[in-house]
């Protein structure tokens, strides 16, 4: 305001203020509707990210939720509907990505009087939506209203909850407060009550004084809740409102101005009193109220009265009320009667009908409002209390009546209403439970209610199950009744006052194991159950938390949505925590009083606490609950097993609480319990045992939730009973599933539940002390030979009692089955599924792996069992495993096919596995189906299956395998090595073989990928859980110890790993490759393509990378240990070579994959000490494992870390050292270290010659340093070895600078090749070298030609060292194949003789590597489409399988020959296969180096057009030199080099084409002759005399210039070097005769193709007879024929054009009458027209052909008689 208007106007401002004082004073306590808005939360909520900005009107968008404004009358009013619940599915919001917002409201509109209802506002929402005219209407009203929304916090601090009392911690009263607020779900919201609430809310609606005589205008209402008739007798129990006292008596409701039918929207909040009489009622005055100051005129005036009794026959009175409003004051006692009873003398407004409406809501957990529920409840108290007679709605109970009562009320539990029961669940449990353990006396008999409460018990149980679907956890048990289990339930007989021994009372030390499964473990094993039995009994360990903590974890690991979780308050948080539970609620006002919130149960009633009326019968909870399970049936019996886990689990506890209240958890197990119950467990688990067996295949679901529930109640029996007992019932169950295997074809699904059955209870936490690890297994008490016979299998074991034990310890004996039950169990489940025999078990591979190696997971990471002699104890029970795997070799996942094309190296193929097939398994089947612990002897028939020799083994899928290998590497890695060395000394050379190709298999299997993979898998999203591999691998990293330690501290970064050439590992790449993911997804479950986040973080790729090191380097360091081992048992057997050759094949497959550098130096000194110990295996037997240790060495010596480097080079030197030693001569070594560097040069991309060349350094300087051998030749010819090595580096070098130029490349290693003529071995190596170059270039025919020119080198060596007629005579029986071959032939004097030491030792210089040659030659030539080669080829090939009989390999031949022959047959034409084209290319320019003036011809592919290698080379050369010094020369003639610029390169290329002489075309009939064994070339140059390029006709000359190469062509290179040149010079008559006799040519061909080709046919005439044709027949025929030329010399040619002309015309004649009927109707005009021009054209050359040289004809034959040709029918025709 303005202050000059404040000065005008003073004395009325004085005036309205002290009205506003006056009447704030008189009115102050009413209030009246001011005005509205509305928010539409949902659009805040969704566009909460991008709500920084202030919103200055809100808008209620159309997505809004129907229900939240229009589903008006099944409850009160919109501030009541909270959406957080019930969200509908379209509309449900995310509040994770909620941010703090901040709202400003400034839309308001004033609050009519008379539109006050809900529907009214309803409408205006729904107006709000869509924009009308209607809101116009509105009176709006200019305010600001502020509002900051922000999430929740998970506790918040300084909260106060509903009832408004503070939850601890509340460390300061004078902060502000947070609120709860209590919501009501539009849906049921199923939660357990588990704190005290009692609440009461009332929503006066509307009231109709319409029809009331009298004043009453400005209505009010005054509720008040009275526990008596006296006006003083209100209870201050009505919430104030902010900002006024805490608690008030009475509540008024807001005034609207001059209305006689109100509306109103007032929500008033009572607490109930927790017990309510018949006289606790609800007050309604309705008061008038004045608003002018009148005389006389009170200020309210009572208008109305009415009420509401709080109860009403007991039960607690709530809903819809419409009351009628009595006119004067009630009168005496009427709070016991409902005011619609019409009492006599009162006058009613309206003559008592209805007109105030008033919705009463509780919320409470006293009353449950349900009949059925209150009934039970009522006469179950009236049970503990004896007060009867019980009144129950109407009815009165009598004692005798009860019985019959009770039983009717317990069935009818079941009509009770869902959200209620589960409310009321806990206390509904607890007493049933209490029916079943102490039945009640009525009228002074005992009534026996155990069946009952059972009955009602199941199902209850199940309706919970099948209503609360989304409330399972994963084993399908609802967490409602586990919670229940877990925190509620307790043995009633330990209620009454019984001090707890337990720390904080009960609550803080009882747990077990059954519940700690529901929510800490998940359904894999994790093994960390930390739950403690008690703390007093050292027989079960763990240590004993506070329930808090427990609690805390529960919760959490269940990750259950709070609505359903069992501390749900009923309000929108769950309860923080409190610090101790009170043992019970004393009563309820203490319960008022306290501020701490229980977070344990508290029992709701005190029920319990008065439990007089029971005679304390004895009953003991599980054995009652066993009994009733025992003998219910039918529909009982069904709802029990559907919910089995849960009287399970309520069983279990019961009895570890009765164990622990008496003190017997001391108590040897076996006087636990009474035989009776033992034998009612004994009977229940053997038939739900036939239930799961029975009804399998019907109800899958079920049974498999029986099946686990079994397995995890005899788990936790295993904790509390006679483990001998458990056994027993184990042994039942494997009984009843065995017998049913027998009948059933497939049985995977039975084995499936066994094995589910099998993994739980070994999941048990003491499962390695029931396995008694620590007793060693005894020898059968008879040692007779029947006995020993079947219980030791394999042939390879020695029958004395000792060795029978470590037999009996790595078989699955009978001793091992009975000592170390579980295990055995395990064990044999393993061996029956991975049997190739097996039928129909495929599918659970992967299962029973990851079950075997999940169990080997927790000990690994088992705290108990770090110590390295336990481990040794433990791994004793897993003794068996290795042979099961050994006998698996066959199946498993070949991890070596990515590294060579070969596979495994598998000493023995599947035959020699099938002849010991009997060894290991066939008895454990038997076992296994017998489901006995005594083996069967025989196999039952069913399983005999015939094993065929050449049976296809299913392949294990890559994880399986992994797993597995796993296992076997862990097993190795703890087991005790005496106790192995034994083992292996017992071994037949087959097994231990096996063993070794295992290891060999675990080398591939953990070879260290690199993190690129990582990466590549990563994008590849194929994300296995990464979670189990990474357990997986922890697990065997797990507690490495001192090793492992210093393997991580060595590398603290993964750059010491070696990786190999991309040339030794295939081109498929690493393991992870293409294969391997292929083979995994097939048995992944889901294989969803981006469902997981994609990308992993660098980090997690490092660490991912750091583990799979670190694996990689365990696993291979377990590998060398039992190498180790294996070397020293066989060592001083016999058998050793065989053996020690399959250790040295591992160790040497270990050092061609990936290592760290910690693995290698200790794999260097094994592979040291094995050379020094055992020579003569490496330098006779093992010649080429020795090659292949030179190449690895070599590999080595090259690496980028020195120790490494140092490590290779010393056992490299050691090596010639000890093979100098041998023989005084190293020339083995020295032969194969030559070699290997070729290979390693030839194929390596990423080899480092700087490395290398300092480790041959390192080398000299041993050999000079060397004292006892300084005086032998060692030295000198260590020296040799080293500068030979020298040169092939410099050529490597070389090689490097050209390895973009393939050309140059294959020259230098041709270059190369030829340098080792006289070392047959490397030149081997070197032509393989140029082969592999080829292939990977695509140039199938020169490799082809590297494989036989190496071929014929072997064939020439074979038949100097061996005479066999069947096989080639050297390099000459392979000339047919190309006639380049003979520079193979060894006949020069400085060849070495094969007998020489070190010479041909190589695999190939065999006859079994010589046919491996000429086969790769053959697939070469067949690739090249050169199928005559491939005849060739086999020609040599046949006489070799024909001497060996091997009709095997003569059948493949002959097939490949089939299908050679027919290509040709279908490509005969040779468009088809298109051999080459090529180019001749000289090289002008001393830039060229060795290149300068020489010319080449090119062997390009085919159709290569001239632009394109013109293209190639410039650009080559270009890049090399400068683009600005290359210049192409454009033209064929002869180079001056005088005319060229000597700082230029020049390349000049041509096209030229095989040329043959006419001699020739007789034997090079076929396309295949004229494009093999070519030697020489052709091309043309034009030019004229006077130095043009083109003249005309008579002046045009030719220059045809004939190049040969050196070699012909195809070669083992694609360029050959040109020798020789002759030109030819055409005179321009003899061009004319070439033209025209190719005219012809092409005309005759043309007419002739089959099938026609009417096209190409009308394009060769009209090139000849057209009448355009420029310089065309006509034009040559009167150049040259016009005349008889006056040279003699050029008479022959003149006749020889003459002869070629009068061809011509004849043919043109026939290509005529060919198209004539070739052409159709539209081109009968086209033919007359070329038929014109060919008469035009025969007309004009007629007098030109017909001039004859006389001289060239004489009479050939004196003219007798006249000759009748035709009569005669002479063939020759004479033109006389």
């Known amino acids: 305001m303005p202050p000059s208007f404040v000065l005008q106007n003073k004395e009325k401002l004085e005036k309205l203020k002290s009205q506003a004082d006056q009447f704030c004073q008189r009115l102050g306590k009413y209030r009246m509707p001011f005005a509205w808005t509305a928010i539409h939360l949902m659009n805040i909520v969704s566009s909460a990210g991008s709500l920084e900005r202030d919103s200055t009107e809100v808008e209620i968008s159309t997505g809004e939720r129907k229900g939240s404004w229009s589903e008006r009358r099944n409850s009160s009013i919109v501030g009541r509907r909270s959406l957080e619940r019930t969200t509908s599915g379209d509309d449900a919001c995310n509040l994770t990505s909620f941010r703090p917002a901040t709202l400003t409201v400034t839309n308001f509109f004033k609050q009519e009087g008379d539109r006050l209802s809900d529907e009214d506002l309803y409408k205006f929402l729904a107006d709000m939506r869509r924009p009308s005219s209607v809101l116009r209407r509105l009176r709006p009203i200019t305010a600001q ?25 509340y460390p300061d009263s004078r902060v502000r407060p947070t609120r709860e607020i209590l919501e009501f779900p539009a849906r049921d919201v199923y939660v357990p009550n588990t704190t005290y609430r009692n609440l009461l809310y009332i929503y006066p609606q509307s009231l109709n004084f319409a029809n009331r005589q009298g004043s009453a205008r400005n209505i009010t209402v005054k509720v008040q809740f009275m526990y008596g008739e006296d006006p003083s007798n209100a209870m201050p129990v009505i919430f104030g409102k902010s900002s006024c006292s805490e608690f008030s008596k009475e509540a008024y409701t807001a005034v609207v101005y001059h209305n006689r039918s109100p509306d109103f929207h007032e929500e008033i909040k009572v607490k109930l009193p927790a017990t309510l009489t018949d006289h606790h009622h609800l007050l309604f005055t309705f008061y008038h109220v004045s608003c002018q100051q009148k005389q006389n005129t009170p200020l309210e005036t009572p208008v109305g009265y009415t009420w509401i009794p709080m109860l009403q026959n007991g039960r607690l009175k709530t809903g819809q009320f419409c009351l009628p409003v009595s006119l004067e004051k009630p009168p005496q006692a009427y709070s016991v009667l409902s005011p619609e009873v019409p009492l006599p003398g009162m006058k009613w407004v309206d003559n008592h009908k209805g007109v105030f409406n008033v919705e009463v809501v509780a919320v409470s957990s006293i009353h449950t409002q349900d009949p059925y529920l209150d009934k039970f409840f009522a006469l179950v108290n009236a049970l503990d209390e004896h007060m009867f007679p019980v009144r129950i709605g109407d ?13 009717s009320s317990i069935s009818a539990l079941n009509s009770s209403q869902l959200e209620p029961v589960v409310r009321f669940l806990h206390l509904l449990l607890d007493k049933l439970i209490l029916l079943v353990v102490r039945p009640p006396v009525i009228a002074g008999q005992i009534v026996n209610l155990g069946q009952a409460s059972f009955e009602a018990m199941a199902s209850i149980i199940n309706r919970l199950h099948k209503n609360l679907e989304g409330n399972h956890d994963q084993h399908g048990r609802n967490s409602l009744l586990a919670s229940y289990i877990y925190y509620v339930f307790r043995l ?62 529960i919760i959490s690991s269940k990750g259950l949505d709070r609505s359903n979780s069992w501390v749900n308050t009923g309000g929108p948080k769950a309860a923080p925590w409190g610090s101790n539970p009170s043992p019970s609620a004393e009563s309820t006002q203490a319960m008022d009083r306290s501020c701490n919130r229980m977070s344990s149960h508290t029992e709701t009633s005190s029920f319990l606490q008065t439990l007089t009326g029971r005679l304390p019968t004895k009953k003991l909870f599980h054995e009652e609950l066993a009994l009733q399970w025992v003998v219910c049936s039918g529909s009982v019996r069904e709802s029990a097993l559907q919910q089995a886990w849960f009287f399970f689990e309520l069983m279990v506890k019961s009895m570890v609480h009765h164990l622990y209240f008496n003190d017997k958890l001391d108590a040897p197990r076996k006087t636990r319990f009474p035989e009776r119950f033992m034998d009612d467990i004994a009977a229940l688990v053997s038939t739900i045992a036939g239930d799961i067996v029975s009804r399998f295949q019907k109800d899958t679901e079920m049974v498999e939730r029986l099946n686990t529930s079994l397995a995890f109640f005899l788990n936790d029996l295993l904790s509390v009973m006679d483990r001998g007992f458990v056994f027993s019932l184990i042994k039942t169950c494997y009984k009843q599933v065995s017998s049913k295997l027998y009948s059933l074809p497939s049985p995977s699904v039975l084995v499936s539940l066994r094995l589910d059955f099998l993994r739980i209870i070994c999941s048990h936490e003491h499962y390695v002390t029931l396995n008694l690890p620590c007793s060693l297994l005894t020898p059968p008490a008879s040692p007779s030979p029947s006995v020993s016979s079947a219980t030791s299998q394999s042939s390879g074991f020695s029958t004395n009692v000792q060795d029978q034990k470590i037999a009996n310890m790595f078989e699955l004996s009978v001793p091992f089955r009975q000592q170390h039950y579980l295990a055995g169990l395990v064990l044999t489940e393993l061996a029956v599924i991975l049997d190739p025999d097996a039928e129909g078990l495929f599918g659970l591979h992967k299962k029973v792996i990851n079950m075997v190696h999940n169990l080997l997971s927790s000990h690994d990471s088992d705290p108990r069992y770090s110590d390295p002699q336990t481990k040794a104890r433990v791994a004793m029970l897993y003794l068996p495993l290795i042979g099961i795997i050994m006998e698996t070799v066959p199946q498993l ?61 299913t392949t294990f899928s890559a994880e399986s395998s992994r797993s597995l290998l796993i296992c076997l590497l862990w097993v190795l890695k703890n087991a005790d090595e005496t106790v192995l060395q034994k083992w292996f000394t017992d071994l037949s050379v087959l097994q231990l073989n096996r063993l070794l190709d295992l290891l060999y298999l675990c080398v591939s299997c953990f070879e260290y990928k690199g993190k690129k993979v990582f990466e590549r898998m990563n994008s590849l999203t194929f994300k296995k859980s990464k979670d189990m591999r990474a357990k997986l691998e922890e697990a065997i990293l797990g507690s490495i110890g001192a090793r492992q330690e210093m393997v991580r501290r060595s590398r603290g970064q993964l750059g010491t790993y070696t990786m190999a050439s991309p040339s030794e590992r295939s081109p498929s790449g690493s393991a992870f490759g293409s294969q391997e993911n292929l083979r995994w997804r097939k048995d992944m479950t889901h294989w969803r393509q981006n469902t997981e986040k994609l990308d992993k973080s660098r980090a997690e790729i490092e660490h991912e990378a750091l583990i799979d090191g670190n694996l990689a380097t365990e696993a291979n360091l377990i590998i060398l240990d039992t190498l180790e081992i294996v070397v020293q048992t066989v060592s001083v057997t016999e058998s050793k070579e065989s053996i020690l050759g399959g250790v040295l094949k591992v160790l040497l497959h270990s050092m061609a994959c990936n290592q760290s550098a910690v693995y290698l130096q200790h794999c260097f000194a094994t592979q040291r000490a094995l050379v020094s110990k055992f020579p003569e295996l490496l330098f006779e037997e093992e010649t080429e494992q020795c090659a292949d240790l030179c190449l690895r060495l070599l590999r080595h010596c090259s690496s980028s870390i020195s120790t490494i480097r140092s490590h290779a080079g010393a056992s490299l030197y050691l090596l010639m050292r000890q093979n100098f030693e041998i023989g005084n001569n190293f020339a083995r070594v020295k032969m194969q270290v030559t070699m290997s560097l070729s290979s390693l040069v030839g194929t390596s991309q990423n080899f480092n010659e700087e490395f290398l060349r300092r480790s041959l350094k390192t080398i000299l300087t041993y050999a000079e340093e060397d004292l006892e ?23 490597t070098v070389k090689m490097k600078e050209h390895q973009e130029d393939p050309e140059m490349l294959i020259d230098l290693m041709y270059r190369i090749a030829k340098g080792y003529q006289t070392s047959p071995d490397l030149r081997l190596t070197w032509l393989q070298n140029m082969a592999g170059k080829h292939s990977e270039r695509s140039n199938h025919a020169e490799a082809a030609q590297c494989l036989v020119h190496s071929a014929a080198l072997v064939a020439e060596y074979l038949s100097m060292l061996e005479d066999r007629k069947y096989l080639p005579v050297g390099c000459v029986t392979f000339q047919n194949i190309s006639s380049n071959v003979l520079e193979e032939s060894a006949v020069s004097d400085d060849v070495v003789s094969p007998d020489e030491e070190g010479i041909c030792s190589g695999k190939y210089f065999t006859e079994s590597g010589l046919v491996g040659l000429l086969e790769q030659a053959a697939a070469s030539f067949s690739m090249a489409g050169m199928y005559e080669a491939v005849n060739e080829v086999y020609k040599v090939l046949i006489p070799i399988h024909e001497a060996n009989r091997d009709a095997k390999k003569l059948s493949t031949i002959h097939g490949k020959l089939q299908e050679a022959f027919s290509k040709i047959v279908h490509q005969s034409t040779g468009w088809e296969r298109m051999f080459g084209t090529y180019f001749r290319v000289g090289f002008y320019g001393t830039k060229f180096g060795d290149l300068d003036e020489q010319e080449f011809v090119y062997k390009e592919p085919a159709i290569t057009k001239l632009a394109e290698i013109s293209h190639r080379l410039e650009g ?15 033209d064929s003639n002869p180079v001056d080099k005088c005319k060229l610029d000597p700082n230029k390169a020049y390349i000049q290329i041509t096209y030229v084409e095989p040329y043959f002489d006419t001699y020739e075309m007789k034997d090079r009939i076929t396309y295949f002759d004229k494009n093999y064994n070519l030697r020489r070339f052709m091309y043309c140059t034009p030019f004229t005399l006077d130095g043009r390029a083109h003249g005309e006709l008579h002046e045009q000359f030719k220059r045809k210039t004939i190049l040969t190469t050196s070699h012909a062509f195809p070669y083992i290179k694609t360029r050959v070097n040109v020798t020789h040149k002759e030109e030819i010079i055409l005179t321009p008559i003899e061009v004319a005769i070439e033209d025209m006799q190719k005219k012809t040519q092409e005309l005759a061909f043309a007419t002739h193709q089959d099938p026609a080709d009417p096209k190409m046919l009308q394009m060769v005439l009209q090139g000849s007879v057209g009448t355009t044709v420029n310089q065309g027949p006509l034009e040559v025929a009167q150049v040259f024929l016009s005349e008889i030329p006056s040279d003699p010399k050029l008479f022959r040619h003149h006749n020889k054009l003459r002869l070629c002309f009068k061809d011509f015309t004849k043919r043109c004649e026939d290509a005529l009458r060919k198209n004539k009927s070739l052409i159709g109707p539209d081109q009968k005009e086209y033919q007359r027209e070329l038929e014109r021009n060919y008469h035009r054209l025969k007309e004009a050359l007629q007098p030109l052909i017909n001039r004859k040289i006389p001289q060239l004809y004489k009479a050939v034959l004196p003219v007798t008689c006249h000759r009748d040709s035709f009569s005669r029918m002479s063939l020759r025709k004479m033109d006389l």
């Open 145 to 169: 209203l502020k509002i900051d929304i922000s999430p929740a916090p998970e506790n918040p601090h300084y909260c106060l909850t509903p009832e408004l009392l503070q939850v601890k911690l």
């Open 395 to 407: 009815m009165r109970i009598m004692e005798n009546n009860l019985e019959n009562e009770l039983k």
């Open 492 to 553: 009633p007989n330990t209620y009454p006052n019984s001090p707890s021994p337990g720390p904080g009372g009960l609550g803080g030390s009882v747990h077990y194991a059954t519940m700690a499964r529901s929510a800490v473990r998940p359904a894999s094993l994790n093994l960390n159950r930390s739950r403690s039995l008690s703390n007093s009994n050292p027989d079960i360990s763990g240590t004993p938390t506070s329930p808090d903590d427990e609690v805390r974890s």
């Open 893 to 953: 996942y070949d991890f070596t096919e990515t590294h060579n094309q070969r596979g495994r190296p598998i000493c023995l193929a599947t035959d020699d596995y099938e002849s010991e097939s009997g060894s290991m398994i066939s008895q454990t089947v038997a076992m296994a189906i017998a489901g006995t612990s005594v083996p069967q002897l025989t196999r039952p028939g069913s399983f005999l299956l015939t094993s065929t020799s050449g049976r296809q083994h």
């Open 1269 to 1291: 051998l300084r005086e032998t030749t060692f030295p000198d010819q260590v020296q040799d070895l080293v500068f030979n090595l020298h040169m092939i580096l410099s050529d």
């Open 1516 to 1530: 080559f050369y270009g890049e090399r030199f400068g683009e600005d010094v290359v210049e192409v020369i454009k």
